[in-house]
């Protein structure tokens, strides 16, 4: 299962690459993919460590750890309906919700990845 989530992350970021070739290169993506320290956090999640929690989703995982999100309902799913209302409307403050959420989800990562640091 992580090698198939792994390819599908490398083909959807080499895509991106080429659609966006000034922001990186689909070389670029490949290195990081090759790179032996590249895993899957959920496969680590998942195969080694025990949760006290109903699921493993990033979102449990992280609200457990004690991150908070800044937004009310935060959801990916919520994020793409946000997304589609700013483009039909350009408004900047749901574009800032956009972007307010994603970088909470990057933090929540990093949260999560420190807590399993500190488990070793």
């Not at 908070?68 to 309902?73: A, G, L, M, Q, V």
């Not at 409307?89 to 500190?118: F, K, P, T, W």
Request: proline residues 2%.
């Amino acid at each position: 299962m992580s090698r198939m989530l792994l390819e599908h992350e490398r083909t959807t970021l080499k895509k991106l690459a080429e659609k966006y070739p000034d922001v990186t290169s689909v070389q670029a993506v490949e290195t990081l993919f090759e790179d032996e320290k590249t895993i899957d956090l959920l496969d680590v999640v998942e195969k080694k460590t025990e949760w006290p929690c109903m699921d493993r989703s990033i979102k449990t995982l992280a609200t457990y750890l004690g991150f908070k999100w800044r937004d009310e309902n935060p959801s990916g799913a919520a994020s793409i309906e946000w997304y589609h209302h700013w483009l039909e409307s350009g408004d900047g403050a749901i574009r800032q919700r956009i972007l307010d959420y994603n970088e909470d989800d990057c933090v929540a990562m990093r949260v999560l990845v420190d807590a399993l640091i500190h488990l070793n």
